[in-house]
């Protein structure tokens, strides 16, 4: 398994419950094909450089994990059916 890192925001006007539920999400499509969570940051609300979708806030999310590739494509394919997530990054990381 190769170590990564993925940022990802929500709309900002999400509720605490609403977030915990899409981090479980995410924490699935990791673990589901053999990934490892190594650490989950939330980083709170903070105000988009720019309009995302008339989004002027978003809540941000960091995670550090290790991953095989299948783990990578679940992870893209939940984001991307996701409608509350706005943007996303994945990343290889260095140890």
């Known amino acids: 398994m190769k170590p990564y890192e993925t ?4 709309e900002g006007n999400i509720d605490e419950e609403a977030l915990g539920t899409l981090i479980g999400k995410v924490e699935t ?15 709170g609300k903070r105000v988009l450089a720019y309009p995302v979708e008339k989004h002027t806030e978003g809540n941000y999310v960091h995670v550090n994990f290790q ?8 992870l893209e394919r939940t984001y991307l059916i996701n ?4 943007r996303f990054m994945t ?3 260095h140890k």
């Open 7 to 10: 940022l990802f925001f929500t």
């Open 29 to 43: 499509a990791i673990t589901k094909n053999g990934g490892q969570i190594e650490k989950i940051d939330k980083w």
């Open 83 to 86: 409608q509350t997530i706005l």
């Open 67 to 74: 991953a095989t590739p299948e783990s990578l494509k679940e």
């Open 91 to 93: 990343t290889s990381r």
